[in-house]
């Protein structure tokens, strides 16, 4: 179902009667993780120090997401040893390019400065180029270009 013209919303923490909105959310935005590996990965959350917004309707249903978790590891071009980093976000096509995207992200950043936090890092894959817009658009700046490997041996 499409918004209207000038859609309502308003960004919140997921609460616990939202697992099944944020699991069809993550499957949006990761379509080919198993629905097994996104239960797993909920959990995790649902324990851990970060955030998960949720951009709702006027009717409370779920039309997007961020998950930000604390990195306690090194990230690439933040000043400090934990920072939040935002892992997913995602927008239904029907919201897109109405400012839910904006709104999730001002909410992770309201959240991480209240908790005390100075950055809020992320990453995109190196061909998804909206994504990479989007994160210019908004302020984020590019620290490094990378491509990963793995050797594994036989067992």
């Known amino acids: 179902m499409a918004p209207e013209s000038a859609p309502t919303f308003r960004v919140r ?58 990195r306690r590891d090194h990230v690439t071009g933040t000043s400090t040893a934990s920072v939040p980093f935002l892992e997913g976000w995602y927008v239904e096509p029907a919201w897109r390019h109405r400012g839910v995207g904006r709104a999730l992200i001002d909410f992770a950043i309201s959240w991480a400065r209240e908790q005390g936090y100075q950055e809020l890092a992320s990453d995109v894959e190196l061909d998804n180029q909206l994504s990479q817009q989007a994160h210019q658009r908004l302020g984020f700046v590019e620290t490094e270009r990378t491509i990963n490997y793995l050797l594994k041996f036989d067992e």
């Open 13 to 70: 923490t997921a609460g616990p009667d939202d697992d099944a909105a944020w699991a069809r959310l993550r499957s949006g935005l990761w379509p080919d993780c198993p629905i097994e590996r996104h239960a797993v990965e909920r959990e995790i959350y649902l324990r851990s120090p970060g955030v998960i917004a949720l951009a709702v309707d006027a009717k409370d249903r779920a039309w997007g997401f961020a998950e930000i978790s604390i």
